[in-house]
């Protein structure tokens, strides 16, 4: 038990390393890309498609904090904003990309398109059924254009990637890594995600409800021991999109929730397909 124990912890360091020196050089293109892309934004709803499923395809939240601020001023339709949010894995795309790189970027791959296509079909429907929805906000955001060395690494390096993103990121491996390890060791786990492959597909959907980056890394670490297909992962990681939709809540409860319907439906729908094509 103890050697499992070690196994886990340095396994986990190792790849919280990696995740954290990942997350600082999103977090840097981030800073220096600021405001280029919002103008790239303007300009006809197939643009906003592709665009805002391409910040969210950006590992980390970053890209759809941006879609989320861009929908608020009205410069990105509905669809637009569901597809990012199809297309985030949120801070998971991190670990995904230490664990399986191969497989991860197919899976960002994947996101994008089904995120490019959602928007569009969102925007269908939400103008067939005459959704009702949130007028835009006049909220500005404030963010100067040059920042010294020093705030960068208080504010965005301590205060945000280390004390909001890092150590969470780092218990939930580590307690799904041990589960996983042990489940391996002394439970007959492997024959039982096997049997029960299709409840797991339903799972990952109704945990990516929550808007939170953490519970869906089970299915990451179980998809990485090889005992759930690949259908689960995409499940989870197309209804899931981290803690990017925490700052629509403060802006619009009823959208959030409408968000989260379309992802959900739209999620488990495609999950269900690839699941039964054999993937």
Request: net charge neutral.
């Amino acid at each position: 038990m103890s050697d499992i124990i070690f196994h886990v912890v340095e396994h986990a360091v190792q790849v919280i390393l990696l995740v954290f020196v990942m997350m600082v050089a999103v977090d840097l293109l981030n800073v220096w890309t600021r405001g280029k892309l919002t103008i790239l934004l303007k300009g006809g709803n197939w643009r906003q498609y592709f665009l805002a499923s391409f910040l969210g395809t950006t590992p980390g939240c970053a890209g759809s904090f941006m879609n989320v601020s861009l929908y608020v001023h009205g410069l990105i339709s509905f669809g637009a904003l569901v597809g990012g949010m199809i297309a985030t894995s949120g801070d998971e795309a991190f670990l995904m990309i230490a664990m399986f790189p191969r497989e991860a970027f197919m899976l960002f791959g994947l996101l994008f398109v089904a995120g490019v296509l959602f928007s569009w079909i969102t925007d269908k429907i939400v103008r067939r059924l005459n959704v009702r929805l949130s007028y835009k906000c006049d909220l500005h955001q404030h963010h100067p254009e040059h920042e010294s060395f020093k705030h960068y690494v208080e504010e965005h390096i301590w205060q945000h990637i280390i004390k909001r993103h890092i150590w969470k990121i780092f218990l939930w491996v580590l307690g799904t890594m041990l589960i996983i390890d042990v489940g391996l060791q002394y439970w007959d786990i492997s024959t039982f995600s096997a049997e029960y492959t299709i409840y797991f597909v339903f799972a990952a959907a109704l945990i990516g409800i929550i808007p939170q980056s953490g519970p869906n890394i089970i299915f990451i670490t179980m998809f990485a021991n090889g005992l759930v297909p690949f259908s689960v992962l995409f499940t989870s990681s197309f209804v899931q999109d981290g803690h990017a939709l925490l700052p629509m809540l403060s802006y619009s409860v009823r959208d959030t929730i409408i968000i989260k319907g379309f992802n959900l439906v739209f999620g488990l729908c495609t999950g269900l397909l690839m699941y039964f094509a054999g993937w």
